[in-house]
């Protein structure tokens, strides 16, 4: 849930999977390094009282089932091994240098305010939300990781006719 304690750690590590864009290891690994997908992200869709971890590829009905494996093991490593300090620090500079772009126009600040509303973030949210980025560390992250990136929770729904193996 947005309000709670863990969520910018995972925010975090979602960005260092998926979320990062280029920077991500799904982006990295999947699509740069073995060509697999057009495209390839992850998300996190935070509600009143839960959330989820989402994500999406677009590729070849003969390359699915292979990319489905990838995705699986980026998975494991990342719930096996966890992120890196260089990582971390990366994706940290990311949200706080980022943040900025939602003060660009009256539309997206007025969706910030509603967000820090909605989830009773306090007046205080802009300030206390770089403190909480800034004391993220690799034992917290690592630890939320291992939580919330279960190998039990992962399934996968193909949309589209893939080739059978």
Same mark, same amino acid.
């Given at each position: 849930?947005?309000?709670?304690? /863990?969520?910018?750690?995972?925010?975090?590590?979602?960005?260092? *999977?998926?979320? +990062?864009?280029?920077?991500?290891?799904l982006y990295?690994?999947?699509?740069?390094? =073995? +060509?697999?997908?057009?495209?390839?992200?992850?998300?996190? *869709?935070?509600?009143? !009282?839960? +959330? %989820?971890?989402? &994500?999406?590829?677009? @590729?070849? /009905?003969?390359?699915?089932?292979? @990319?489905?494996? !990838?995705? =699986?093991?980026?998975?494991?490593?990342?719930? $096996?091994? &966890?992120?890196?300090?260089?990582?971390?620090? !990366?994706? $940290?500079a990311y949200? /706080?240098?980022?943040? @900025?772009? !939602?003060?660009?126009?009256?539309?997206?600040?007025?969706?910030?305010?509603?967000?820090?509303?909605?989830?009773?973030?306090?007046?205080?949210?802009?300030? $206390?939300?770089?403190?909480?980025? /800034?004391? *993220?560390? *690799?034992?917290? %992250?690592? +630890?939320?990781?291992?939580?919330?990136?279960?190998?039990?929770?992962?399934?996968?729904?193909? %949309?589209?006719?893939?080739? $059978?193996?």
């Amino acid at each position: 849930e947005r309000n709670n304690e /863990n969520f910018f750690a995972l925010r975090i590590a979602n960005y260092i *999977l998926g979320g +990062g864009g280029f920077q991500s290891r799904l982006y990295k690994n999947i699509r740069e390094k =073995k +060509g697999l997908v057009y495209s390839i992200y992850s998300y996190l *869709l935070s509600y009143e !009282n839960d +959330g %989820v971890i989402v &994500g999406g590829f677009q @590729t070849r /009905n003969k390359s699915v089932f292979e @990319t489905i494996e !990838n995705v =699986k093991n980026e998975w494991k490593k990342l719930n $096996k091994r &966890g992120i890196t300090k260089s990582e971390l620090d !990366n994706a $940290k500079a990311y949200f /706080n240098g980022s943040f @900025t772009r !939602n003060f660009t126009s009256t539309l997206s600040i007025a969706r910030l305010l509603q967000v820090v509303q909605y989830y009773e973030l306090g007046a205080d949210y802009f300030i $206390k939300r770089e403190k909480i980025i /800034n004391s *993220l560390n *690799l034992e917290k %992250v690592n +630890g939320i990781i291992s939580e919330y990136f279960s190998n039990e929770k992962l399934f996968f729904m193909i %949309v589209g006719e893939p080739e $059978k193996k």
